[in-house]
């Protein structure tokens, strides 16, 4: 039996795929065992300092962290619809379109109108999945919005880092998807381009997900020295605290 260019579908794009798969699987392991090696580890090292201090503040100060934290909600909002968007023009296309572009024989691969349903299928199910963790990222930052805002809250600090890190391993989650459909687009053009793809998208995603930078110990509150917007120490209070330290 010759080899045909259909059969290259059967081997590439299960490779490629088993690449983004490995690949995660070990950021993931990475992640739970030694997670200050990873990026996503070094930020929730950043998160939990924040929201301590967020926490002991002022009230005052309580409106810069609503800020930044509806700023998080609108960037999952907006990734959210885009994904959802997305979903809706693929479900429309594969209703609507009997003669498909991507059917062409100046496509190296499977073109079989089997084959082309499965690809959408597998694209819709990624935007879809993006779109899930995106309301679910959306969802635990308005949660932290209520936590934050609590007047003469008594919430321990541990619940709310919990809801932010929460959130921002949603966010994790929904980015991934994404670069999943990308690969999945690919797919498409053939099944080289997809295995190439996925070849470099893990490539570039070790670089930017690995970490050799070490985590920063944020000392307690109560052992920096406060000092109040326009207030200026003396040299003798600089002194002072100088043989303190």
């Known amino acids: 039996m010759a080899f045909e260019k259909e059969h290259l579908d059967l081997v590439l794009v299960p490779s490629g795929l088993l690449i983004m798969f490995a690949y995660h699987l070990f950021l993931l392991y990475r992640y739970l065992t030694v997670p200050h090696t990873t990026v996503i580890g070094f930020e929730n090292n950043d998160k939990r300092a924040w929201v301590e201090r967020i926490m002991q503040a002022d009230t005052r ?3 810069i962290a609503l800020n930044v934290i509806s700023s998080n ?3 999952a ?3 959210a619809s885009v994904s959802l968007t997305l ?3 693929i479900g429309t296309w594969i209703g609507s379109s009997p003669n498909n572009v991507f059917q062409s024989e100046l496509i190296y691969g499977d073109t079989r109108p089997s084959t082309i349903a499965i690809k959408y299928i597998c694209l819709l199910t990624c935007f879809l999945l993006a779109f899930s963790c995106f ?3 959306a969802r635990c930052f308005v949660h932290a919005n209520y936590l934050i805002s609590t007047p003469n809250s008594d919430i321990p ?7 932010v890190i929460r959130a921002g391993e949603f966010w994790s989650l929904g980015l991934r998807a994404i670069y999943f459909a990308i690969d999945l687009l690919l797919w498409f053009l053939g099944p080289i381009p997809m295995f190439v793809c996925s070849v470099v998208m893990v490539s570039l995603l070790y ?3 690995c970490n050799s930078n ?10 920096r020295p406060v000092k109040r917007v326009g207030e200026q120490m003396t040299p003798p209070a600089m002194l002072i605290q100088g043989r303190v330290a």
């Open 157 to 163: 600090v541990k619940n709310v880092e919990m809801v």
């Open 61 to 63: 100060d309580v409106g």
């Open 73 to 75: 909600t609108s960037a």
């Open 207 to 209: 670089h930017l997900d």
């Open 214 to 223: 070490p985590l920063h110990r944020h000392r307690p509150l109560g052992s």
């Open 135 to 137: 309301v679910q990222s």
């Open 87 to 89: 979903s809706s023009i």
């Open 77 to 79: 909002t907006f990734l």
